[in-house]
């Protein structure tokens, strides 16, 4: 499979509706010191793409942490020490960052930040491409800094199941569960995924 497309996502949000407004019931209210396996950081204009991709990671059996999902009462357009505080508790409680790169993810103040914060702290960053094509490129070609992580991707396995993988380069990538339990992406594959 490529990339994730933006019609894909809205695909899954719309299919999934019911199970997400049930999963958004389960997760308010939860603790600031509740773990996270993925912290998504994204754009506010991308919120149904978002929506998808949350539906898809839990699917896969990971914790994710949105702002507006967890953290309903945040207002964006009011930003204090207090919210700021809050979001790098959730930060300090998630194994990883995943940013969902996207047309709008440019124009955010807060997805840098969150990087650069947790960049810092524990360098398990990641890509995860959004792409507005409806038939989006198979692998992520990032620019500037964005160049400097690997990108999440789907692909089927030998057994024709999918998975999530962590790709840096051709022959040096691992599945998303074992990156976000020891953040080692393995090296000298023989198998090229890249372009899969």
Request: hydrophobic residues 35%; contains cysteine; proline residues 5%.
């Amino acid at each position: 499979m490529a990339i994730y497309s933006s019609e894909y996502l809205k695909g899954v949000a719309s299919r999934k509706q019911q199970l997400f407004e049930q999963k958004l019931f389960s997760v308010k209210n939860t603790p600031v010191n509740t773990p996270f396996d993925i912290f998504l950081s994204h754009s506010f204009l991308d919120k149904t793409d978002v929506q998808g991709l949350y539906q898809e990671l839990t699917d896969f059996g990971f914790t994710v942490y949105v702002d507006w999902i967890v953290d309903p009462h945040l207002d964006r357009t009011n930003v204090t020490k207090a919210s700021a505080n809050l979001i790098q508790g959730r930060l300090k409680s998630s194994k990883t960052l995943l940013l969902a790169i996207s047309t709008n993810a440019a124009m955010s103040k807060w997805m840098p930040w969150e990087l650069g914060y947790v960049d810092g702290h524990t360098n398990k960053c990641a890509i995860i491409p959004v792409s507005k094509e409806g038939t989006p490129p198979k692998s992520f070609k990032g620019t500037e800094y964005l160049l400097l992580y690997p990108f999440i991707k789907k692909v089927p396995t030998d057994t024709n199941v999918d998975k999530l993988w962590v790709i840096e380069s051709e022959y040096k990538y691992s599945t998303l569960e074992r990156w976000v339990i020891n953040g080692i992406i393995e090296e000298n594959r023989t198998v090229n995924i890249f372009n899969s």
